[in-house]
Every structure is written in structure tokens, then in C-alpha cells.
């Protein structure tokens, strides 16, 4: 079953090996044993739903714990010690868009909040329940799991929007295609979700971010029903996904999408390539972005993930087998490595590798097969299972990201890390924090930071502590001139942040058009925008 | 110098050669002479201003009259016939972000209507003065041409949003760089009008569609002023740069706008390839689109575009040769043209060439070198001077365009080919139609017809002939599901038909956002989202 506290199902583990532990008592020092609250316990303190009874609405207070926080660290703390805060009154799943519109109605005539529900895989708050007299209705898209239509022709497929990435990739898969969209959330989170908080996957530089594999559509508003055709591409006017994509559920529930597929890859390849050092490695990677070489991911890590990531490998014999080759080659302490996929036809595939390590081999870069980004690829939805071992040790892990110009990634990604480090070395505590540029375009790359540290076994002070880094380095980046989020979206962590980067006036147009599609104020109230004006204020002040 | 009534400098001519005259009496008939109205008496006749002094406006007729429409048939037709229907009062030229925030401030104090002018190439009617009692001010962008800011590691350059094409190239050229956005109207069309207006170029298969391009910018809005400021990418909320792409004139004024560039290519390479007929050309198409193989155009020619091409090539010698040796490889009557570029480094545009002659030859088609590709290349920009020639013998030429799925191309194409024959059957008169795929992508492709039929000499007869005519492929277009424009926009043209595919929820969630950057409806009225909702609901009764 779905772990209510933690990272997926609950008889998955990824305990943490003895070397791995030892490295990070290195790091950040020994960590505490954490004992959970119990979920009968959290049940027991839920209060009495606020909602009039609806045939589609289950009041039960486990249905509405379990649907009522994401996996932000704000939510994990919540869930952990058993101090969930708000949570929804009721939690709907319906089966159908009469059904989502039905829900809304009710909604409306009781003048409850709507909150939608995907996966419940957000990092930044986007599922929590507003303070206040108002009744909070949640509600569960997970049965809009649906292969609707299916065009070969045309590579497009339409689902239910509540359809989780393994289910929509086995469907296609049946079929020859793949949607080719893996963010790291892929096991649980949605299509849906992933439009509304303009997802971006692994493997985007092939695939396309979702914005590019979002065709059309339909969206359930207060106001009405939004259809959106999917054309091959339009001139005419203003593009209504971009409406929908980013919208948070601030304007509706997408209950159907149209995306585009691709015929399942012939091959689908992971090099790893490693360098001497930082500029090297991020010179080479602007030089193959900037090439336009058709890869399907291009992922750097810095010299600190760089190690994090051999130490944790397990396999020691071969590991220090290889740093011996790679030293010979140049690549010893400060090395940097760099996984480059590409996937399609074998040709094409062996062409774009080959023309990507020609660059990598100009700039210092020792190619080093395919094992580690074999290793990596059957990894790629399992190392956040590793969150769960590591709080059971007494560590918290949180993350954050942005995307900036070419020629402040280096800087951005340092003051992200320093920024960190201030907030915890202020506690008496350390930070074992590390980077790696997750997604690379011509004009510059993401930035994608983690942050290891320990817990104390009080929830108000590692709140407050979360808090005070949270701040700290999203002010970092928004002082770098990086936008609050590239992958993860916006909702209530971000809010307070959005104002640096869209203006008031832009902030003010967003509004408008929440409020067209939703004059009452029903949808997701407080996410995105914010009510948070005055903490906005207060930011926007402290960066002036 | 430009002209006034009709494509591009008055320098340039390129006369009809007496093949294509006789080519053309046998599809449609023998041409009259036609005899333009002059430039004074038009200017003698033009209203005085009706609006105050300002420094920046000038109210000379000639000046109005020069800057008062665009390139549609319908402003053809007005200029030619020396009718041009209701003209601005007062045309601004801008130097600076502050000259036309001076200038929006003067208009709203004065209640004028806006129209943004930049290359005067619409051809859907984006410049044309409303009727009515309100004064009107063009505001013609040319002198906000400079380049502002050039960042070669984020390959990022920002212009005066009133650049025109081949200013922008040159001094993007001068260092190396190129942005690659080459619509047909290049010569003229400016950077701010391309990204209003969604426009498409050429090349857009390398370089993306000026959608891709645009990174951010300033808009001078009634409201204020917008910075949209250039991510590599972002999640965060809605995408401002999408409420002004499309936006046509209806928010603001884009003053300033930031695009990504590429380095020059190596090579820059365009090959033919003709197949048996349209069946296998379409085919081999859609694998070569859905294989993603990064080549820069795809352009397909139907068999009377084809024909048409060869005919009026000029060198009836080596075409001749040329067609009997397609003809032993099988490609005779019906045969069809594609045209594939690919642009890059020399290995890479070698490799995407070969891979995609591979897929072609899987489906008869017989590659034909590299020679009519580069003669393609060398009048892309001149073939729309004919039109000039082609009015001076007595014919009209108008051009319509959508973007549909594969499995709907051909039947579309068909449907307005049809469409267009039915029209000028009814009206005794033969048409010219041919078509071509401009665009092409995995989902489908743009469609591109062309239509050259015979004018009357009378305005009002070819007026309303026009009318028809454009009522009638826009139905057909939007009876075969696709957009009503792929490439050149909205304006007032192709109002009536926006409401099909964006919905009455859609339109209005538009024109909401109109209002909120423009809440004294300054911008360009009736523009885009039109000021016709009768004759909207007439087209949508109609289609029912």
C-alpha cells in the first residue's frame, strides 16, 4: 500500500548500506533514530468534516489524510510527526468529467474550496488545505485513468488526466509508443499534474518538456467546460493551453489530455562521460546543448554529487578500479560526471552519441561506457525511495531547483549551496549539499540542488529550520536572476517568490484570468499567486 | 522606394515571361490590362486628421496613406482600385520604449484607437483603421531597430522590437550568428510583427517557430509596462511571453524583445526529391517527421504546384532533360516535389540528409541533387514579388493556409482546392489553385494554397468575389477540424472563424485579458478577436 507518510509503496525499502551511513556522519555528523507518529493516532485528532454529504465525497478522516498533503518537506514534516495541519473535509474521485463538473456545482452552491489531486507527488505545496471557515473539498482524479483515443497516424493519444506515468507508458507501450515523459515523480504523479505544474522529464531533450507534448484537451472550469483542439500547431490568437499549462488548479480540472507519442525507440543509450573539473564539464555541455545534437538527456553533477554518487554506488572494488582509470586520465579529485543519453533508431542514435563525444573528447572528457547510465537508468525511480531510509536514520533530504543563463549557472549553483550552508552552519549544524544541472538548453541549463542534514526530533524546530533554508536559498536564486522553479511548479513554497519574476502587472494578468474561469474563488485558493501578498512584499523588499 | 500599393521596392520587378503567360491564359484565360489608381489623387482624397498636435504624429496624407494597410487582398484591392477605406489619422514613429509610452498616454487621453504597425505585411488585415467617430494613431515601429543587448553564451540577442528581417540578420551576421526565422514576407517583416502574430519561418523545423524564439521582452501596455524576462525555461505559472505571442496589437506595444540565435551554420544545404505522386510523398513525409530527424524544411509540393514550379522555371531546355529522366524513374503526371533542407555542421547535416533520403527512397522517391533546392533558396524571398506582374496582366493571386493531422492533409487540401473552384465556377471564371505542405511536424502539417484567378477591373465586383472566395476556404477549413491560420495570424480576415476552435469560453477568457492590459479598449479594436460576433455565430450556425 501507498505509504500515507512517506516516499511509495510501503513494501518497498532501500535501507541505507553501512559505507553510505559512515559517509554521511563524515559529512553532517551521526543522526537521531526518528520515531513516526501513528496513522490511527493523526486519524483520531482529524476533525469533523464541514462538507453536506454528497454521493461522491468520502468524509472518512483516513481518506482525507491520506489525500490531504504532497511531499514537500513542509509535508513530510507535517505527516511524520503527526501535526497535518489543515486537511480537506472530503475527498471526491470521480469517474468521469460529468462527474468532476457535478462536483464543482456542489462546490459552488456550498462555496467550498477545490482542491485537485493527481499523484500527490508535489514538492512545493500545491495539495494543502486553506486555513479558515471555508469547507475544503478535495478532489481525486485517479480513477480519470483512461485510454480515450488513439491516433497512429497523427502520434497522438488521449487519456483520462488522472492517469499515473506507469499506467499511461503501459498503455502506449502495448501499442509500439511511449510518451517519453519520466520526471523522477513518474511512479505516482499524473498527466494532469504534470500540464498544470509544466512538468519536465529526464529525458526532455528528446521528448520535449510537457509543454511541448500537450496537444489539446479538456478542462472542467466553474465557469464551463474548456475544449481545446489539438492541432499540429496555430497562428490563431493567444493558445489556450498555455491558459491550462502552469495554471496549478487555480482555473479548472483538466480531465482529458491529448499528447503527442513517439513510436517506442529502437535504442535507448546512457553514456557516461567524466572531466577533470567544473569548467571543463560545463564548457563541453554548452558546446553539445548549443549544437543542437538530438540527445535525450544531458545531466551533469558536480564534483560533490560526482563523489556522493560513486561513494553511495555500493560496489566499491570496481569503483576505485575505475577512479584509478579516471585519474590516469586526468579526472581525479573535482572530477565531474556527465550522463548523455540518446534514444531513436539505432543510426541516428549511434550518430548523435558519436558527434556528442567528439565535443566531450575536445574538452577533456573520457568517456566511460554505458554501465553507470545503465545502473542510473534502472535507478532513476527508486533513489527517492532513499528519502524515507534516510529520515529513518535522522536526516532530511529537500531539493530545489531553477534555470538560468549559461553564464551564471556556476555562479547560482554556489550561491544556492553557500546559502544553504549559512542557514545550517547559523544551527551548529552542517550541510551536505550538491548539485547537478538536470536539463540543458542552448541559452542555459536547470539547476538542480540537494541538501542533506539532520533532523532534531522536534517538529517545530526543523519547521522552523526548513523554513529559515527554504528562504535562504530561494532568495539565492532569485537574487541570480533564475526562476523560482523549472520543473516543480509554483504553489504555496514559491508563491512568496513568483513576484520577482512576473511583475506586478503580470501578477495582477494571472488573477484576471483565474478570475474569468472562476469568479468565486473556488479553485485552489492561496496556491500559485498567493494570498500571500505581504510576504511577497517583504522579499521583493529584501532583494531591492 | 517602397510600394505603396503593392510588394516590396518599386526597383524590383520581375515581369512575367511570355511561357508563364500563355501557361496561365490556358488554366484561367486571357488577362486584362489593369490601370492602378495614382498615389496623389488617392492622398487628395484622404479625410483630414481628426486628431490634436502631437510631436511625434504626423497627419500628412501621404504618410496616413502609406502606413494605413497592409498586404491582404483586401488591402489590394483598396489600394490598387484607389478605394482604401477608413485610414489613420496620425502616424508616430518611435524611437525609444518612452516615445511610445508617451504616445499610449496621449491616445488614451484622446480616446484614440492604436494600431501597432511593423513591416506593413500582414496579410489578414492587422492594420486596417476601424470605422467610426474615434480618431486613430498608427504607431510605425521601423526606428526601434537597434540591437540592445547580444550575449554569445546564452545565444541570446535583444532587438528594437521594430527590427526588420534583413537588418536583424545583418547584424546578427556581422557576429557570427544567425536566428534563422525566415517567413516569406522576411524583407519587410519585423521581429515585433513575427512574434504578434505567431509567425512561422522557413526553416522552422531547425529553428523553431518564432513561438520557440522568443525568449522575453518589454511590452508597453496602457496598464504599464511588462518585462518578461528570458529563462531557459521555467514552471513557473503561466508563460507571459504566450499572452503576447498572438496578441496581435490587442495588449500593448512589444517594444523590446530578447530571441535565441544560432551560430551560422557550415553548411546550409537544400536537396529535391520527386516521387510518383502524392500518395507516396505524403508517406514518406510523415516517417521522415515522426523519425524527429533534425533537418531544417520540409516542403512538399502537391502535383499542380509541382507542375506549375517546372513550368514557369524558366530553362524549358534542362527542365525537359530533367522530367524525362524522372519519368523513367517513374515519376511522370501526378509526380510531386519535396523539398528538404538541413543546416548545421557539415558531418550532421550530411548524416540527417542521408537518413532522410533513406526513408524517402523506401517510397519511390528519386533524389534530384541539390540544384533546385538552391535555386529555391535564391528566390525565396523574390517569388512574391510576382504578384505585383501577375496583377499588372489582370490576375489576382491570394494565398490561405491552415495546419491539420496527417490522416486529414490530403482531404483538406482537397476540400479547399474545391472550395475555391466552386466559387469562381459559379462566377463563370476557372481558378489556378495549387497548394503546398509548408510545415511539417510528427502530428501533421500546415496546408498552403494558392489561388490566381482573373480580375474584372471593377472593384466592387472583385471585392465581393474576394469575399466569397475567402468565406469559402476558411469554411472549408473549418468544416475539415483545422486552424484557421498556421502561419499568418488572425486579424480581421479570419476573425469570424477564431470562434470555432477557441470556444465562447476561450474568446471570452481572450478578450479578458484584453481588457485587463487595455481596459479603455485602445489596442487595435475589433482586431483578432473581432468586433463581429454576429457574423462568428453566422459561420458557426453555418458549420452546425
Known amino acids: 500500500m501507498r505509504r500515507w507518510n512517506g516516499w511509495g509503496d510501503d513494501t518497498i525499502d532501500f535501507p541505507l548500506q553501512e559505507d553510505a551511513l559512515h559517509f554521511l556522519r563524515e559529512r553532517v555528523g551521526q543522526g537521531i533514530a526518528m520515531a513516526d507518529a501513528a496513522f490511527e493516532d493523526v486519524c483520531n485528532r482529524v476533525p ?29 514534516l507535517r505527516l511524520r510527526y503527526g501535526v497535518p495541519g489543515p486537511l480537506p473535509d472530503g475527498v471526491a474521485f470521480p469517474e468521469s468529467s460529468e462527474q468532476v463538473r457535478e462536483l464543482l456545482d456542489f462546490a459552488a452552491r456550498h462555496d467550498a474550496a477545490v482542491i485537485p ?9 500545491h495539495l494543502g488545505a486553506p486555513a479558515g471557515a471555508r469547507p475544503v473539498l478535495t478532489i481525486n482524479l485517479s480513477r480519470l485513468n483512461r485510454l480515450l483515443d488513439f491516433d497512429p497516424d497523427a502520434q497522438l493519444a488521449t487519456f483520462g488526466a488522472g492517469v499515473a506515468g506507469p499506467e499511461l507508458e ?54 464551463g467546460t474548456l475544449h481545446i483542439p489539438a492541432f499540429p500547431a496555430s497562428a490563431a490568437g ?7 499549462l502552469g495554471s496549478e488548479g487555480r482555473i479548472g480540472i483538466l480531465t482529458e489530455a491529448t499528447v503527442r507519442i513517439s513510436r517506442l525507440p529502437q535504442s535507448d543509450s546512457f553514456h557516461a562521460v567524466f572531466f577533470p573539473g567544473w569548467r571543463e564539464a560545463e564548457t563541453a555541455l554548452r558546446h553539445i546543448a548549443q549544437a543542437r545534437i538530438p540527445l535525450s538527456m544531458l545531466r551533469l553533477s558536480n564534483p560533490v554529487e560526482t563523489m556522493t554518487t560513486l ?18 586520465r586526468g579526472c581525479a579529485h573535482g572530477k565531474c560526471l556527465l550522463l548523455m543519453g540518446a534514444s531513436g533508431d539505432r543510426l541516428p542514435v549511434q550518430q548523435a552519441i558519436g558527434n556528442a563525444l567528439r565535443i566531450a573528447r575536445n574538452h577533456h572528457g573520457v568517456h566511460a561506457g554505458e554501465a553507470i547510465g545503465r545502473k542510473w537508468k534502472a535507478n532513476r525511480f527508486r533513489n527517492v525511495y532513499l528519502r524515507n531510509a534516510l529520515w529513518g ?24 549551496e553557500q546559502a544553504a550552508a549559512q542557514v545550517l552552519h547559523a544551527e551548529g549544524e552542517r550541510v551536505h549539499a550538491y548539485t547537478h544541472l538536470s536539463h540543458i538548453y542552448p541559452q542555459g541549463a536547470s539547476v538542480y540542488s540537494t541538501f542533506v542534514y539532520r533532523l532534531t526530533g522536534n517538529f517545530n ?84
Open 393 to 416: 536514520r535522522g536526516y532530511a533530504v529537500d531539493t530545489v531547483e531553477t534555470a538560468i543563463d549559461w553564464l551564471r549557472v556556476q555562479p547560482t549553483m554556489h550561491a544556492i
Open 48 to 76: 469533523p468534516s464541514r462538507l453536506r454529504p454528497h454521493r461522491l465525497v468520502d468524509i472518512s478522516a483516513p481518506v482525507r489524510l491520506r489525500n490531504g498533503l504532497g511531499q514537500s518537506m513542509q509535508d513530510w
Open 311 to 328: 561513494r553511495l554506488a555500493g560496489n566499491k572494488g570496481l569503483i576505485g578500479l575505475l577512479e584509478r582509470y579516471l585519474s590516469l
Open 461 to 544: 524546530t526543523d519547521f522552523a529550520r526548513w523554513r529559515r533554508l527554504k528562504a535562504a536559498v530561494s532568495e539565492a536564486i532569485v537574487a541570480s536572476g533564475g526562476t523560482i522553479s523549472h520543473q516543480h511548479g509554483v504553489g504555496t513554497d514559491h508563491a512568496p517568490y513568483l513576484h520577482a519574476e512576473k511583475g506586478e502587472l503580470g501578477i495582477a494578468a494571472m488573477r484576471q484570468v483565474f478570475r474569468h474561469f472562476d469568479p468565486q474563488g473556488l479553485m485552489n485558493p492561496g496556491k500559485l499567486t498567493g494570498a500571500c501578498n505581504e510576504e511577497a512584499t517583504d522579499v521583493a523588499r529584501k532583494l531591492a
Open 170 to 223: 503501459a498503455q502506449l507501450r502495448a501499442r509500439g509508443y511511449t510518451l517519453g515523459h519520466f520526471p523522477q515523480s513518474f511512479e505516482y504523479s499524473t498527466l494532469g499534474g504534470w500540464i498544470v505544474t509544466r512538468s519536465s522529464g529526464q529525458q526532455s531533450l528528446r521528448y520535449g518538456r510537457i509543454e511541448q507534448l500537450f496537444a489539446g484537451g479538456r478542462m472542467e472550469t466553474p465557469q
Open 117 to 125: 489531486y493527481g499523484g500527490g507527488t508535489s514538492v512545493v505545496g
Open 238 to 244: 493567444i493558445d489556450l493551453r498555455e491558459l491550462v
